[in-house]
């Protein structure tokens, strides 16, 4: 389902100056891909900040519906891959030892520890750095037809981990396993043995031996010279011992194939499947312990195979669904999210608008959605907006969009096919090796400057003596926002400026991020209205105050303050607003152009709709102006109407009635005359 991309180099493919940048082999097209393309950038830097976010987390993976966003979800889902790979190599370096496997050999093992041992959480299994990722896609769209879309989330992920790791593993845990205890001081001993475990089944195993043994003697050679007494009483005590014993491990078994042939996808379906499941007492309290067994499940595993995991549920077509299903896979989420151990990151691909709809429309969110980017808001705690595509990636779709598919089938066979040249095979391979080589060191140097970056713009945020502090919220999630957004902004604006900042400080970048969180609606204005400067007129300066630009417009969003409701609920304090960009961070126009291509936590659907009603309002008639002159003109005209009146209002009761005709009004009968002369105008004349 999902492409691998892998780092590959060959000769030609780099210039000949000291390689700078990384390069992905395009399985498709059977040539090199720049790595610094901007889908793959965001792509790239996304990637690297999901190995290292703390856990639960949801990403809000904000596009338009249909904007090529299963391609990105490729290049994530190979480029995480591509990074735990890599950490993995660097974590056996470190500790010299293996993980463990689930399969094959390992299978056996593996039993045996669910069964007798119980796993510790130690400070060495909380230090290690090697992770494994399970990747997992839930479509909407294919569970909209039943009634609870929610139920289909929640199996998928459960029924996703068993058929990762077989059912049997799972059943065993489900009966026989034990949560992982944690440790007060260091300790590096990992498992520890479950002595009740070993001594109840070895009672079993005693008590089922010599139930075996007493029948065989009341049954045997032995028995038959002895009294019928002695005989019978040995045959019921080897019947017990042999009956509780056996049924003992009959009920064990019993359990484990219970739970291998019902899995927890049926059991919810049965539950769901129930008249009034939704009047029970505790429904929900029952898909949460099966859910936290899961997660107990892989808590085993991390300890089990040395190292952590991360399962990475794609949630995709949610836009396409009705209101109240979006609701219940929200609510699911956010049930799934609610144990803050459990090793979750949901991909939520959505377009902002539709579901911010969706929520306020829906009937069983009224008082509690009211204002839907609110609630999602409160539902996503790392905000990806996706930018606009890119020149360099606009032209490689339509690059592939020329090339046939077949085309490009026969391409890739031949390039496996095709050996190489025996003149050049041992020095295009030795230049292959030094160019990778270079290309590795560069792009280790480029990640440790952005790591550097990321530690300095982080320290910004929590530093008594920087005013920065000030302006972030005092609600949790919103903090959780900013920090989990900081390092993608930082390298983001790292590969845009080829390791120079250009003036922009990682505090600048830090600050933008907290500007883009708290006021995304005042920014999305004032980018707005400096876009549309731009295309219409000329390009303001680039040392312009971007505080000017949105002063020069706020008296027009004050007009769209009806339509834009919804959105300005968002804003935090408008005077913190006005010292942020006035005083304290002070960005330019020129810094605003360069930061806006390296944000993500801002949604670029607000932008999008304050966009269309401006062009909206633009389509009005301009009211004419008023003149001095014109005003003396219409009130020379009203004068000898309003001295008219004035004669008519002094005449008798019955020379008013002769003047106008019964039932009408006097306007009625001054338009009158008009439209008899209209009458008479557009019929011919008689000629003579």
């Known amino acids: 389902m999902h492409q691998s991309y892998t780092v590959h180099f060959a000769k030609g493919t780099l210039p000949p100056r000291v390689p700078t940048e990384s390069y992905f082999l395009d399985p498709e097209l059977g040539h090199q891909k720049d790595i610094l393309t901007e889908d793959d950038v965001y792509c790239n830097?996304?990637?690297?900040?999901?190995?290292?976010?703390?856990?639960?987390?949801?990403?809000?993976?904000?596009?338009?519906?249909?904007?090529?966003?299963?391609?990105?979800?490729?290049?994530?889902?190979?480029?995480?891959?591509?990074?735990?790979?890599?950490?993995?190599?660097?974590?056996?370096?470190?500790?010299?030892?293996?993980?463990?496997?689930?399969?094959?050999?390992?299978?056996?093992?593996?039993?045996?520890?669910?069964?007798?041992?119980?796993?510790?959480?130690?400070?060495?299994?909380?230090?290690?750095?090697?992770?494994?990722?399970?990747?997992?896609?839930?479509?909407?769209?294919?569970?909209?037809?039943?009634?609870?879309l929610w139920a289909g989330l929640v199996t998928t992920l459960c029924e996703g981990i068993r058929h990762h790791y077989g059912a049997l593993p799972f059943s065993v845990y489900s009966v026989l396993g034990n949560k992982a205890a944690t440790t007060t001081g260091f300790c590096q001993r990992e498992w520890h043995c479950r002595r009740r475990v070993c001594l109840a089944l070895v009672a079993l195993v005693a008590a089922l031996g010599l139930g075996v043994g007493l029948l065989y003697l009341s049954l045997g050679t032995h028995a038959v010279s002895r009294s019928g007494a002695n005989g019978s009483l040995l045959r019921v005590f080897g019947g017990a011992a042999t009956t509780l014993s056996g049924s003992g491990l009959l009920m064990a078994v019993y359990s484990v194939g219970k739970h291998l042939?019902?899995?927890?996808?049926?059991?919810?379906?049965?539950?769901?499947?129930?008249?009034?499941?939704?009047?029970?007492?505790?429904?929900?309290?029952?898909?949460?312990?099966?859910?936290?067994?899961?997660?107990?499940?892989?808590?085993f595993l991390e300890i089990y195979q040395r190292r952590r995991l991360r399962v990475v549920l794609e949630v995709t077509g949610l836009d396409t669904c009705y209101s109240?299903?979006?609701?219940?896979?929200?609510?699911?989420?956010?049930?799934?999210?609610?144990?803050?151990?459990?090793?979750?990151?949901?991909?939520?691909?959505?377009?902002?608008?539709?579901?911010?709809?969706?929520?306020?429309?829906?009937?069983?969110?009224?008082?509690?959605?009211?204002?839907?980017?609110?609630?999602?808001?409160?539902?996503?705690?790392?905000?990806?907006?996706?930018?606009?595509?890119?020149?360099?990636?606009?032209?490689?779709?339509?690059?592939?969009?020329?090339?046939?598919?077949?085309?490009?089938?026969?391409?890739?066979?031949?390039?496996?096919?095709?050996?190489?040249?025996?003149g050049a095979g041992e020095g295009a391979q030795l230049l292959a090796v030094e160019m990778q080589v270079g290309a590795e060191r560069a792009q280790s140097r480029i990640d440790a400057e952005a790591a550097r970056r990321i530690h300095e713009a982080l320290l910004c945020l929590h530093n008594e003596r920087d005013c920065l502090y000030e302006y972030v919220p005092d609600n949790v999630v919103s903090m959780r926002r900013i920090v989990n957004t900081v390092p993608i902004t930082v390298r983001l604006l790292h590969q845009q400026q080829q390791r120079d900042f250009g003036g922009l400080t990682p505090r600048q970048a830090v600050a933008w991020v907290v500007l883009a969180n708290q006021w995304p609606c005042r920014l999305s204005w004032a980018l707005q209205c400096l876009e549309d400067r731009q295309q219409t007129e000329s390009a303001l300066q680039a040392h312009a105050r971007l505080w000017d630009v949105f002063c020069e417009n706020s008296h027009e969003l004050h007009t769209m303050t009806k339509a834009l409701q919804n959105v300005l609920d968002l804003d935090g304090d408008p005077e913190l607003f006005q010292r942020f960009l006035s005083a304290d961070f002070p960005f330019t126009v020129a810094e605003a152009q360069s930061l806006l291509r390296c944000t993500v936590n801002l949604d670029h659907s607000i932008r999008r709709r304050m966009g269309l009603i401006r062009a909206v309002s633009a389509l009005k008639p301009p009211s004419p102006p008023k003149s001095p002159a014109g005003e003396a003109l219409h009130s020379a005209n009203h004068a000898p109407r309003a001295a008219r009146l004035a004669s008519g209002a002094n005449q008798p009761p019955g020379a008013a009635r002769l003047g106008h005709s019964a039932g009408h009004s006097p306007a009625q009968a001054r338009e009158a005359p008009q439209f008899r002369d209209l009458t008479h105008r557009s019929k011919p004349r008689p000629t003579a």
Request: aromatic share 10%; net charge positive; hydrophobic share 45%.
């Open 45 to 148: 830097c996304l990637a690297k900040t999901l190995c290292h976010v703390p856990v639960p987390v949801t990403v809000g993976f904000y596009a338009p519906f249909g904007c090529r966003l299963h391609l990105m979800l490729d290049k994530i889902t190979a480029l995480m891959e591509q990074e735990a790979a890599q950490r993995e190599a660097e974590e056996l370096q470190r500790v010299q030892w293996r993980p463990r496997q689930v399969r094959g050999w390992g299978f056996p093992q593996l039993l045996w520890y669910l069964v007798f041992l119980q796993p510790v959480i130690t400070d060495v299994h909380l230090r290690r750095k090697n992770v494994k990722f399970l990747f997992m896609r839930f479509t909407a769209w294919q569970y909209e037809g039943t009634d609870k």
């Open 261 to 299: 042939f019902v899995s927890q996808r049926k059991k919810i379906e049965r539950l769901v499947s129930q008249e009034k499941f939704g009047t029970q007492l505790g429904f929900m309290c029952e898909v949460k312990k099966e859910v936290e067994l899961v997660t107990d499940f892989l808590c």
């Open 324 to 422: 109240e299903h979006v609701v219940g896979v929200l609510n699911a989420i956010n049930t799934l999210l609610s144990d803050s151990h459990a090793p979750f990151i949901f991909i939520l691909v959505v377009d902002p608008s539709i579901l911010a709809a969706c929520l306020e429309s829906a009937g069983s969110m009224k008082g509690t959605a009211d204002n839907g980017y609110l609630f999602l808001n409160r539902t996503v705690t790392l905000p990806f907006s996706v930018p606009i595509m890119g020149r360099r990636t606009k032209l490689q779709f339509l690059h592939d969009a020329v090339q046939s598919r077949d085309d490009l089938l026969y391409r890739e066979i031949t390039r496996q096919l095709r050996p190489l040249s025996p």
